[in-house]
Nanobody
Framework: QVQLVESGGGWVQPGGSLRLSCAAS????????MRWYRQAPGKQRELVAIIMSGGGTNYADSVKGRFTISRDNAKNSVFLQMNSLKPEDTAVYLC???????????????WGQGTQVTVSS
């Protein structure tokens, strides 16, 4: 029905940068918020950043000033620019979106499969 596919993860040294992308496809009428979460081994899933349809954003305290979330509404895509990466940023990063599939339906949450980000020297 709706698919979210992340890309851009990988290995980077501390202090480096990565840019994650997430593209939504399928039966999409509109997308409200889009979010990035992360989950490290043995830890709870953590909300990293959120961007609303109008462009408003919010970030976890742990990434403020280092990460920037953006979106391209025409392409149903969301991005996460990650700078000054630290080893504690190592996690699987997951894309989440609140999607309306028709103009009479309410929004539902859809998730991507995740992309691994590893920060180490």
């Amino acid at each position: 029905q709706v698919q979210l596919v992340e890309s851009g993860g990988g290995w980077v040294q501390p202090g480096g940068s990565l840019r994650l992308s997430c593209a939504a496809s399928g039966s999409i009428f509109s997308i409200n918020y889009m979010r990035w979460y992360r989950q490290a081994p043995g830890k709870q899933r953590e909300l990293v950043a959120i961007i609303m349809s109008g462009g408003g954003t919010n970030y976890a305290d742990s990434v403020k000033g280092r990460f920037t979330i953006s979106r391209d509404n025409a392409k149903n895509s969301v991005f996460l620019q990650m700078n000054s990466l630290k080893p504690e940023d190592t996690a699987v990063y997951l894309c989440n979106a609140a999607v309306r599939t028709t103009n009479w339906a309410g929004s539902r949450d859809f998730w991507g499969q995740g992309t691994q980000v590893t920060v180490s020297s």
